[in-house]
């Protein structure tokens, strides 16, 4: 089997969707500011380095308890689809597609399931609370999940990840890796040469 794995955040759209939803949220359920004394906590000790990362995303995600969830991922999706650069959409894809991503499921199926995404692997969170289930979909954690799906002997063509550092383990994985710039730009690299460097 031949496929191809694609990061989603700043690698399949410009920008964390996490994030833009969580802000897309506040724009329309305005009553979510009450959360703010909450997040400002959770924010500074995570900065201080008192709370780690799957701890902070454990809940960082309990506003969807207050909102219409499946609703409001529709409507962020029907406005932001369009942003999913061009050279991802379906007929622009050569092989079975693999999207890995610490984004959560509740946010990623939607759009995965319009863009014909063949295998979605994310972080998984209780959709009624928000509250992550189990560890956060990044770094070595992308490549446990994607063998617990995959036999060993899957043949990855191409990896593509805007990040150098953070998907090295995903990198390891492709024939061919390709880093996307800021703009959706895709620059293939050889990982051999550009790890060794490091």
Same mark, same amino acid.
């Given at each position: 089997?031949?496929?191809?794995?694609?990061?989603?955040?700043?690698?399949?759209?410009?920008?964390?969707?996490?994030?833009?939803?969580?802000?897309?949220?506040?724009a329309?359920?305005?009553?979510?500011?009450?959360?703010?004394?909450?997040?400002?906590?959770?924010?500074?000790?995570?900065?201080?380095?008192?709370?780690?990362?799957?701890?902070?995303?454990?809940h960082?995600?309990?506003?969807?308890?207050?909102?219409?969830?499946?609703?409001?991922?529709?409507?962020?999706?029907?406005?932001?689809?369009?942003?999913?650069?061009?050279?991802?959409?379906?007929?622009?894809?050569?092989?079975y597609?693999?999207?890995?991503?610490?984004?959560?499921?509740?946010?990623?199926?939607?759009?995965a399931?319009?863009?014909?995404?063949?295998?979605?692997?994310?972080?998984?969170?209780?959709? %009624?609370?928000?509250?992550? *289930?189990?560890?956060? &979909?990044? =770094?070595? @954690? #992308?490549?446990?999940?994607?063998?617990?799906?995959f036999?060993?002997?899957?043949?990855?063509?191409?990896?593509?990840?805007?990040?150098?550092?953070?998907d %090295?383990?995903?990198?390891? *994985?492709?024939?061919? &890796?390709f =880093?996307? @710039? #800021?703009?959706?730009?895709?620059?293939?690299?050889?990982?051999?040469?550009?790890?060794?460097?490091?």
């Amino acid at each position: 089997m031949e496929l191809d794995i694609y990061d989603f955040d700043k690698t399949v759209v410009p920008y964390d969707s996490g994030s833009t939803f969580f802000l897309f949220c506040l724009a329309h359920y305005p009553y979510l500011l009450l959360l703010t004394p909450f997040y400002a906590v959770m924010g500074l000790l995570y900065l201080v380095r008192l709370l780690p990362l799957d701890a902070f995303k454990k809940h960082v995600f309990c506003f969807i308890r207050f909102i219409p969830l499946e609703r409001a991922v529709k409507k962020f999706w029907d406005k932001h689809e369009k942003d999913v650069f061009p050279w991802f959409r379906p007929e622009e894809r050569a092989r079975y597609t693999v999207v890995i991503s610490a984004s959560p499921d509740f946010l990623l199926e939607e759009i995965a399931e319009r863009l014909k995404v063949d295998k979605l692997l994310c972080t998984h969170h209780n959709r %009624k609370t928000g509250t992550l *289930l189990e560890k956060n &979909c990044k =770094h070595e @954690e #992308k490549v446990r999940r994607f063998y617990a799906v995959f036999p060993k002997d899957t043949k990855v063509k191409c990896v593509y990840s805007d990040g150098y550092k953070t998907d %090295k383990p995903i990198f390891s *994985l492709g024939e061919q &890796c390709f =880093h996307i @710039e #800021k703009d959706g730009k895709r620059t293939p690299f050889s990982y051999e040469s550009y790890y060794a460097n490091q």
